[in-house]
């Protein structure tokens, strides 16, 4: 019987990434033929990066998204011809610890698709034929790809032989000429959507700065709104090539995939870095849990002091004067880290004019 499957990720560029193994498990399933992605905006596009995703509709939710849209009956229409147009035969709802299935389980029940599956610490009744109970079922404390392929094996979908469960996308953009130009480099990513996630930025520059000197060629990326972050950072280009609003999801893919070392903060380029399987240095703050959201599967080195006043809070702006948990961690830390991920880096270093090294 041909079957096609509906996968809901409502949040984040990261947060689709994430879901990407579970996606890969229902793809894998024999009897399933498709696998269509419900997401919002500002995930579509890592779903189209995704192996195994056939299909991506766009819906942004009222109770997920932060740019929430009103919830009208017209958006409700919206996502009800949606899934008339797909017409799946089963639909599974990922969502994070903090977020329910319930609402978008309810339209989808009302649209008719007939099998739904979810975690929900809240009692689903009829919306929900297949329901983990976190804390019960689900383990609370693990990496976000792991919850989703709970969710998925709880429906019936595991992954295949010889799938190791890490990240994937395509890389289908080419490496820019300038960046293969470099050789060896390192990316430095200073922005975050939350100010809570964000290492000062004098301390990225002075990181940029200091790896330069080191002669070690350096990438800072950020998107078309962080311009004059990355100009910044990257000494106005003196210190590190500027790609400061010159990378959309495909480049920034290539250009992180081409990197010895990826310096980021807890936000979706990290997520692409280990999609890509790039090693990390990771500036996390500890406004979400470590456990959950850390660069998965892949290298990395976490900064950040993640038993700081604000653990736990998801707040987007430090609730804290000075932002303790990130103001800790120093530029020398974080270039120590980059060589101990990438120790052949060393090397560069120990033939720069002495005036240069790091920390001189």
């Known amino acids: 019987m041909n079957r096609r499957l509906l996968v809901a990720r409502l949040d984040s560029l990261g947060d689709v990434l994430l879901c990407g193994p579970a996606v890969r498990a229902i793809a894998a399933a024999p009897d399933v033929d498709e696998v269509w992605m419900l997401c919002s905006s500002i995930g579509a596009e890592a779903a189209r990066a995704l192996p195994a995703v056939d299909e991506v509709r766009v819906w942004d939710s009222p109770w997920i998204t932060v740019t929430a849209p009103r919830a009208t009956r017209a958006h409700l229409a919206a996502l009800d011809a949606i899934v008339a147009e797909a017409a799946p035969d089963a639909a599974v709802i990922l969502t994070s610890f903090h977020q329910s299935p319930l609402p978008l389980a309810l339209a989808l029940r009302l649209a008719g698709v007939p099998l739904i599956a979810g975690a929900s610490v809240d009692h689903a009744g009829t919306l929900l034929d297949v329901r983990l109970r976190p804390g019960e079922d689900l383990v609370e404390d693990q990496p976000e790809p792991a919850r989703a392929l709970a969710i998925a094996a709880a429906a019936g979908f595991a992954l295949p ?20 130009a470099l050789g060896t480099y390192v990316v430095v990513h200073p922005g975050a959507a939350a100010p809570a996630r964000r290492w000062p930025t004098t301390a990225h520059a002075e990181v940029v ?7 070690v060629a350096v990438v800072v990326t950020g998107g078309p709104e962080e311009r004059e972050l990355t100009a910044h950072v990257s000494g106005a280009g003196r210190h590190g090539l500027d790609r400061g ?48 959201w850390a660069p998965y599967g892949i290298e990395h080195v976490m900064l950040g002091d993640q038993e700081a006043p604000c653990r736990d ?10 932002h303790p948990c990130l103001a800790s961690v120093a530029p020398v830390d974080v270039v120590d880290a980059v060589f101990a991920l990438a120790p052949d880096l060393r090397g560069r270093a120990a033939t720069a004019p002495a005036r240069e090294q790091v920390g001189a």
């Open 161 to 180: 032989p010889g799938d190791d469960g890490r990240l994937r996308m395509r890389v289908d953009a080419p490496l820019p000429a300038e960046l293969a």
């Open 209 to 215: 700065r200091m790896l330069h000197a080191a002669g």
């Open 245 to 292: 609003g010159r990378t959309g999801l495909a480049e920034l893919a290539a250009t992180l995939a081409g990197a010895a070392v990826v310096v980021v903060g807890n936000t979706g380029p990290a997520h692409v870095a280990a999609a890509v399987g790039t090693p990390v240095v990771s500036l996390f703050s500890p406004v979400v849990p470590s456990v959950r």
């Open 313 to 322: 809070s998801r707040a987007r702006e430090c609730p804290v004067p000075g």
